[in-house]
Each structure stands twice: as C-alpha cells, then as structure tokens.
C-alpha cells in the first residue's frame, strides 16, 4: 500500500493511457470523495434502480444502484451470493434489466451489447475466466486490442511499464502464470481496449496479502491516469481504504453506502461486514 491511502494526490500523473479524459463536472481528479454535481447531472457511470436476473430466473437485483465518478476509485463489498457481480454484469450488458438503466458519460446504453459498450469505452475484468490461459501473454494484451484499428503498440508498451513482470513473461503462455500474474494479464488485457471507464470484479481474488497490496498500488496507478474504476472486492477492509465511494450490497439490494472512510467507520457495517 502506498503512503496516501486516500490518493491526495492522484491524477498528477499522465493520462495517455486513457482515450480523453472523461467529461468532468465538480470536483477535479485528485479530490477525495464522491464529486458533487448539479441536479440532473449524472456519474460517468451508474447503473441506476437496477432489477433484474438471469434468465426467466427469479430476480437477483432489486432497484440496485451502482456509479462511479471521473478520478475515483468505487469499491463494491458484501457477502457471497449478494449479487455483486450480478450487478458487474448488469453495468455491462450481460443481463436483462427488468427495470433500470445504464448511463455512460450521460448516454443511456442499456439496450447496447457488451461489445458495443466496450467500444463505447467500457472495459470489463469478469471475475472468472477472465484470461486465455493456452495463449502467451503478449497474445492475451493483443486479443484486448481487438476493437481497435489504430497502433496499439504504445498501450502494450505502457501495460508492461504498469506491469513489468508481463514484460519478462510475454512469451510465456498465461496459463502458466501465478494468480496475481494472471491478474495483471486481464487487467492488462482491458487496458488495451483504451477504456474510459474500468470494470474490475474481484481483481485480488486467491492472491496472498503482499501481492494484493501491489494489486491495489497498480489499480491506484490506473486510477491516476485518468480512468474511473468501479471494483467489486472480497477484501473489503482493504479495499474501502483506497475507496473514494463504496457501496456494500446486501441480498441484490444497496445496503449502505457511503465513502469508503464513511462505511470503515460506520458500525454496523463494521459488524456486518467487515468482521467487527
Ligand atoms: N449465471 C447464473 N445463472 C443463474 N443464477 C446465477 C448466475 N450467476 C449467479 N447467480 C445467482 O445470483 C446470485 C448472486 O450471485 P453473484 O455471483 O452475483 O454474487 P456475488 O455477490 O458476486 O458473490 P461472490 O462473492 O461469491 O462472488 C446468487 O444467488 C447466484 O446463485
Ligand atoms: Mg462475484
């Protein structure tokens, strides 16, 4: 973890990464703390009121908002089977919404397919099989440029400064990689798409303490370019400390949220939720 837990200083660095930076409103990147905004403005992401479930299936989501303002980092917590990657897939197109929507930058896009969303400049990690693992990992970045027609050398190039052992380990098949190698794979590998936004969903999952702390470091340096970052994790003490907002879902529905420093000091979530 880095000596700023809460990112005073984020966004100073370069922004290259990311396409433009995402129309801003309210407070400039850097500002810890959901960024207020006019009434009728909208986060750069959100899926609001969200309803819904797989299939003919029962719902899973009741009225379910998530969102996640341009320079922050939003961290979704709660127990397994709350539907914390329902609502991932839901943001993402993955999904039948019975009821709600999903704005990107303003534009509702909730009738779009997860490709056309990823062109739109969404960029998804799903929590499982989230990497080809008989392909090296150099094949892995080129697969996540697949929309892209322009050079995409440079981004393969800043994803190796990002993650440096990718680098060294390109030819090597990334199925052969350690858990939080695989990890850096698939995010790497929606880095190339140029997204605007990124959707991470259990990006420290089976890795030990140390490595998801340099996980952490990585997507705080992500966040630093310019992209928003909406991440479900299972280490949520962890993660609500880097967290700007933080949401902790409960059986489909928002439970509490807050900042992330709000929900480590509230109480009951503490007791709920985060082992007292
Ligand atoms: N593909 C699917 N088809 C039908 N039901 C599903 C599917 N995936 C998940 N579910 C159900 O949806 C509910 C929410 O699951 P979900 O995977 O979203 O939870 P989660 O909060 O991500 O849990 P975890 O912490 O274990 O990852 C569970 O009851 C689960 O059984
Ligand atoms: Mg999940």
Redesign the pocket.
Known sequence: MTSDPYQTKRGERDRSITREPPHRIGDPVGTHGPTSRPEGEHPFLIGEAMTG???M?AD??HDCTIAVEPGEIAV?V????????????AVFGMLNLRKGRVLLDGEDITHLSPQDRVAKGMGFVP?TSNIFTSMTVEENLEMGAFIREDDFRPTMEQVYDLFPILKEKRRQPAGELSGGQRQQVAVGRALMTKPKVLML??PT?GVSPIVMDELFDRIIEVSRTGIPILM?E?NARQALAIADKGYV?VQ?RNGYTGTGRELLEDPEVRRSFLGG
């Not at 709660?78 to 897939?89: C, D, F, H, R, Y």
């Open positions: 479930g797989y299939g299936g899973i989501l979704i709660g127990p397994n089977g709350a539907g914390k990657s329902t609502a991932m897939k929590q969903d259990e999952a479900v299972q879902l489909g």
